[in-house]
């Protein structure tokens, strides 16, 4: 089997390329509360962690996974309502959260999401234009539907420049979008128009909005609450001081990744994000490098 470099791998999940076909991968509902799940891909890469609310009132979609997978997550919607989806909230623009848009537009549901992430969108000559979001937004937007409260805000030069996150005010549910990798290093768009000062901040910006009963849905990873947010924005302070001390001391950009200053934290490293991916991911953001 021909061996797929890193960085390959990396844009295949940014632009939600096949990496899983149907019939190995499902998604896994979790009911938070009465008529609001966490679907979880399982069996494979499905994309990232999804949201969906249902009633009466409405269906509302937050994010949708990758498109070569749509028919899929059509279906496992369908076995948790029998109404169609009216919203579908974009968290980014990444592949693996917005590629099945235009499964979803098809049957009737608006796109809704940050200016930015449109931008991003209409200019991705690979994205199927007829998933483009018809309703955006610059700060926050509120949905009230099926007597909760989805307050959608705007995270900043974040994972990426168009990233949001939801809160679902009543029952206390957090959706973070991949401004959380749970218990893993997280993937720093620094391309599309993330940052890692962006990125803490963002994730500082949920931490004010929970508390310790709070449940917090990740981009990826298990269900969480605001202890494991709280370790993963530590762990990223700590990781930037620690490659920023190496900076200030003039070391290039090959010694600070012989130094391994991120050593201590080897156990947040996975498949797509490493160690190594982490400590360059900051020394970029650093220098100009």
Do not use: C
């Amino acid at each position: 089997m021909k061996k797929i470099s890193l960085l390959t791998i990396l844009a295949m999940v940014v632009s939600g390329a096949a990496l899983a076909q149907e019939g190995e991968v499902s998604w896994k509902s979790t009911e938070l509360e009465p008529g609001l799940y966490m679907l979880e891909g399982v069996g494979g890469f499905a994309g990232g962690n999804l949201g969906l609310l249902t009633g009466d009132d409405g269906i509302v979609l937050i994010d949708n996974g990758l498109s070569n997978l749509a028919a899929m997550t059509v279906a496992s919607i369908e076995k948790l309502t029998s109404d169609p989806v009216n919203f579908v909230i974009n968290t980014h623009a990444h592949g693996d959260h917005a590629g099945a848009n235009a499964a979803f537009t098809k049957t009737g549901a608006t796109v809704v999401a940050h200016d930015n992430l449109r931008r991003a969108l209409l200019a991705d000559k690979e994205f199927d234009q007829r998933g483009i979001p018809e309703l955006t937004f610059n700060d926050s937007v509120s949905f009230h539907l099926n007597g909760h409260t989805a307050y959608v805000f705007h995270l900043p030069s974040a994972h990426t420049d168009g990233d949001a996150a939801i809160k679902f005010t009543e029952v206390n549910v957090i959706h973070g979008g991949d401004v959380f990798f749970n218990k893993v290093y997280p993937f720093i768009d620094l391309d599309g128009g993330g940052s890692v000062d962006g990125f803490i901040a963002g994730q500082q910006a949920i931490l004010a909005k929970a508390d310790d009963n709070t449940r917090i849905i990740p981009g990826h990873g298990p269900l969480a609450n605001k202890a494991d947010l709280q370790s993963a924005v530590n762990m990223l302070i700590d990781a930037r001081s620690r490659v920023k001390a190496l900076v200030d001391a003039g070391k290039s950009k090959d010694e600070v990744l012989t130094a391994n200053p991120l050593s201590a934290y080897e156990n947040w490293s996975w498949d797509f994000i490493t160690t190594e991916v982490m400590t360059n991911t900051i020394y970029r953001s650093l220098t100009t490098e």
